[in-house]
């Protein structure tokens, strides 16, 4: 019983603030960013802190994986230029054996 009676005044609170206009969530008109002529508005919901700092583990979050997403990144480049040297060293270390096989047969020759 007492669960539900908080669930019922926090709806309630929750409510009231609304039609205020207050809370933790408020609406907003702007104008459509993808709109060249910026004639259409769209409603976009702001979220406020109710202390600063509130929010802090979203922008901890979008910084982390922003890092994954770099260092994804940088392992797949690292691959790309591994598999252009390993290529490139392979046809190198195969005109080297060419080369030593050329010098072994003027070497060999009478």
């Not at 609304?18 to 933790?24: L, V």
């Not at 598999?83 to 195969?94: D, S, T, V």
Request: aromatic letters at 2%; glycine letters at 4%; charged letters at 45%.
């Amino acid at each position: 019983g007492l669960t539900l009676a908080v669930v019922v005044a926090s709806l309630a609170l929750e409510a009231n603030d609304r039609n205020k206009g207050e809370g933790r969530w408020e609406t907003v008109k702007v104008l459509d960013p993808d709109d060249p002529e910026h004639k259409n508005v769209i409603e976009k919901k702001i979220h406020h802190e109710r202390y600063a700092g509130e929010d802090q583990w979203r922008d901890m979050i979008e910084a982390e994986e922003e890092r994954i997403k770099e260092r994804e990144a940088a392992i797949k480049a690292q691959e790309e230029r591994d598999k252009k040297l390993g290529k490139a060293h392979k046809i190198k270390h195969k005109d080297s054996e060419h080369s030593k096989a050329q010098k072994e047969d003027k070497v060999n020759a009478p």
